[in-house]
């Protein structure tokens, strides 16, 4: 098959959330198939990471550490933003059209066998999918060690059939309520899945319930707990922090100079956690060292997070940002004050109607001085109509797109020559003006 007709098939099974009720999210078939395939995922070590917002930047920035120590380090993440291959990392090089095309083969030609001998009851999802084919792309690299993000939940994710060395949980809220609970302690009960019998926990203390539901889950399984807490470092303002995470921290007994291009304050809780990972994967014999530490977190590349595009002629300085919850908006909220204080806003918008859409514009739109608003390209996408309508809850008038591509236009039409463009509200529109300005913004013609 070519490249071009793999990632058709695997699209026509749906996203990453599409079931029926018959068909469940069950680790018990996501062993089967990786049997058959020879337990690719026993061949490296691997750290799991879950939690709400975060777990993404997390483990970019953990997979960059553990790159620049010499590890041949794979890392899966989800979901993608331009191209599916995003998700599939090896030493930080996407999995290539022919390698993908290949493993994609091997495992869909297992997947049939299975389902013909019943031994599966039916094919497995577009992610359990990826995921077997990750496993057993990283196997056939020689990857040593797999940073793994959970695509939801963790419990029932087709991840968390590893056995981490190190299980990481990030800061946990209230998102995919329809599969995962309406509170944050049942929320939490399904990342705590990915707490292991005697394993290894690095998280931070968050909202209490789930501080409760992860602590309890920890000390029923035997599992020990670190806290990353050592490595936030105080609120104390630094002039650079609009800038860049920049600040000092002692790191394994060795002064370091924290400099991310991870931007937000927020990011230093992500930071600590991939620290505190580093830090125990090196107890556990996966050894790296501080320096280590410092250059692969300055060295981290994850776009899409509060990503900076600088002005070109006819474009004012741009934001890229997936906050699709109401804590991701917070947290660009916050990361707007520290860098664009007393600059004119113009936010281009578009969000998933099963998204907190109310609570998202209720934090966004009222700082925004201009608002564009568009549909992106899934079938969950609210429409615009919805999104003026919400913009008129806020006080805020909403400019209407047909496309991100007009919705970009209209935004730069709006948008004072010092001010800056904030492109947010779903993953799916970030990528697609990504897209668009990977293409066109360079020539003006976007």
């Not at 920035?61 to 890392?75: F, P, V, W, Y």
């Not at 792309?137 to 963790?154: C, D, N």
């Not at 399984?221 to 920049?246: E, F, L």
């Not at 568009?374 to 805020?396: I, L």
Request: proline share 4%; glycine share 8%.
């Amino acid at each position: 098959m070519t490249y071009e007709s793999v990632v058709s098939a695997l699209y026509e099974l749906g996203h990453e959330l599409a079931h029926t009720p018959s068909h469940k999210f069950d680790l018990a078939h996501m062993r089967v198939l990786l049997e058959a395939l020879g337990n690719p995922q026993n061949s490296f070590k691997s750290v799991l990471i879950a939690g709400t917002n975060g777990k993404g930047s997390t483990a970019a920035t953990l997979a960059s550490i553990l790159r620049t120590a010499g590890h041949n380090t794979g890392l899966y993440t989800s979901p993608h933003l331009v191209r599916v291959n995003e998700r599939i990392r090896v030493d930080g090089t996407e999995i290539s059209d022919p390698d993908f095309a290949t493993v994609y083969g091997k495992v869909e030609a297992k997947c049939q066998a299975l389902i013909a001998n019943s031994a599966l009851p039916w094919h497995p999802s577009f992610f359990e999918m990826l995921t077997a084919m990750a496993f057993l792309h990283f196997a056939s690299a020689g990857v040593e060690i797999a940073v793994l993000e959970v695509g939801m939940g963790g419990r029932l994710d087709a991840t968390n059939v590893v056995e981490p060395v190190v299980s990481v949980i990030s800061d946990i809220d209230l998102d995919h309520q329809k599969f995962l609970g309406n509170t944050i302690a049942e929320i939490a009960a399904e990342k705590a899945g990915i707490i292991h019998e005697g394993g290894l926990l690095v998280t931070l203390p968050q909202h209490p319930q789930a501080n409760d539901v992860i602590g309890r889950t920890a000390m029923e399984r035997h599992a020990r707990a670190i806290s990353a807490s050592q490595y936030v470092p105080s609120m104390t303002p630094a002039a650079d922090w609009g800038a860049k995470n920049r600040y000092p921290l002692r790191v394994m007994g060795n002064d370091i100079e924290v400099d991310s291009p991870l931007v937000g304050r927020h990011q230093m809780r992500n930071i600590a956690l991939a620290i505190t990972a580093a830090e125990q994967l090196n107890l556990a014999g996966v050894r790296l060292s501080a320096s280590d530490v410092e250059r692969g977190i300055r060295e981290t590349k994850w776009p899409g997070r509060f990503q900076v595009i600088a002005a070109a002629e006819g474009y004012p300085e741009m934001v890229l940002d997936v906050a699709h919850n109401p804590a991701g908006a917070w947290a660009l909220r916050s990361a707007l004050s520290d860098r664009y204080e007393g600059r004119k806003i113009t936010l281009l918008f578009g969000v998933l109607r099963d998204k907190a859409v109310h609570d998202i514009t209720q934090i966004l739109f009222p700082i925004a001085d201009h608002v564009v608003a568009t549909e992106v390209d899934n079938p969950r996408t609210a429409s615009v109509a919805e999104m003026v309508e919400a913009a008129a809850r806020t006080g805020t008038e909403a400019v209407p797109a047909t496309s991100v591509r007009d919705g970009i236009e209209k935004a730069r039409e709006l948008a004072e020559k010092d001010g800056v463009i904030v492109v947010t509200g779903s993953i799916y529109l970030v990528g697609a003006a990504l897209r668009c300005i990977s293409v066109k913004v360079s020539d003006g013609t976007c």
